[in-house]
């Protein structure tokens, strides 16, 4: 009977850790947290140690200066006391009385009411707020990036055609960009914003073959892209580098059929001789 209950609970930890596995698989923003949490417990660990250190000193300054006084025999009567006193009514004043309440029942039970704050309202509210500035950061970097090619384009443009008001219609096509390219102000102005005008004057007749090589026109939001990956920049390069992992993907995919259609070839002859040779002997009879 013992045996068979103590499998049950394994059973039942098991089934835990599969719906903790399926939830990390359902949410991957729980893994990259739970990654995080782990990969800064040495930074905690040392800041929490240095916050224990400094509340330490504290404590025994608090004990030395409140000595026969009121406020020092309810708060600050021993050294640990202060040291307690400090940590709950300074760093938790909002929980200071249930901590103490829970203390009174048992002193575990202050302690992981302690540890649940210091994990909640600490680790995981500080690192949530961490997470919404790192997502406010990049959404701001990616904005400011896209109005800066943008930019970019317009300006391009307005040397280019500076009397015409309807520049951004303007079809951005091949013998544009030259234009653009040969226009001196203009190459002064994409090396001023780091653009890599050499690398779009060599890549520049491609940039307009679609997928059957022929010739295709582009917008002006097509155009700013175009300039903001040949920017000299971070992001720039991770984006090119992106647009040459597709190319390759898709250009790979092309040969494996092409790999197929070959295998499938001889067999396809070796059908047609055995079908010639049928015939042949069906008219011999």
Not at 160 to 173: G, L
């Amino acid at each position: 009977g013992a045996r068979a209950n103590a499998s049950v609970l394994r059973l039942l930890r098991l089934l835990r850790l599969t719906r903790v596995a399926r939830a990390m698989r359902a949410f991957p923003e729980l893994k990259m947290m739970l990654i995080g949490f782990i990969a800064g417990l040495r930074s905690v660990f040392i800041t929490t140690s240095f916050l224990g250190g400094l509340t330490f000193i504290f404590a025994l300054a608090f004990r030395s200066l409140t000595t026969d006084t009121g406020v020092g025999e309810r708060h600050f009567r021993s050294v640990p006391a202060s040291f307690v006193s400090l940590i709950v009514e300074g760093m938790l004043p909002d929980n200071a009385g249930m901590m103490y309440q829970l203390s009174d029942e048992a002193w575990a039970l202050g302690l992981l009411f302690f540890v649940f704050i210091f994990i909640a309202a600490f680790l995981v509210m500080n690192m949530l707020i961490g997470i919404i500035c790192d997502v406010v950061r990049n959404a701001a970097e990616f904005e400011k990036r896209e109005t800066d090619v943008q930019t970019i384009v317009s300006n391009v443009m307005e040397i280019m055609h500076p009397h015409r008001h309807d520049r951004d219609r303007i079809p951005a096509t091949r013998e544009l960009l030259w234009s653009i390219l040969q226009n001196v102000k203009a190459i002064q102005y994409l090396l001023v914003v780091g653009v890599d005008v050499q690398a779009l004057m060599e890549d520049a007749n491609s940039l307009f073959l679609d997928e059957n090589d022929a010739n295709k026109v582009m917008s002006m939001a097509e155009l700013a892209e175009v300039f903001g990956l040949y920017r000299c920049t971070s992001a720039a390069i991770i984006k090119g580098l992106s647009k040459i992992r597709q190319m390759v993907q898709s250009q790979s995919m092309l040969v494996k059929e092409w790999q197929r259609e070959l295998e499938t070839t001889p067999k396809q002859l070796q059908q047609l001789q055995q079908h010639q040779q049928l015939q042949q002997q069906q008219l011999q009879q």
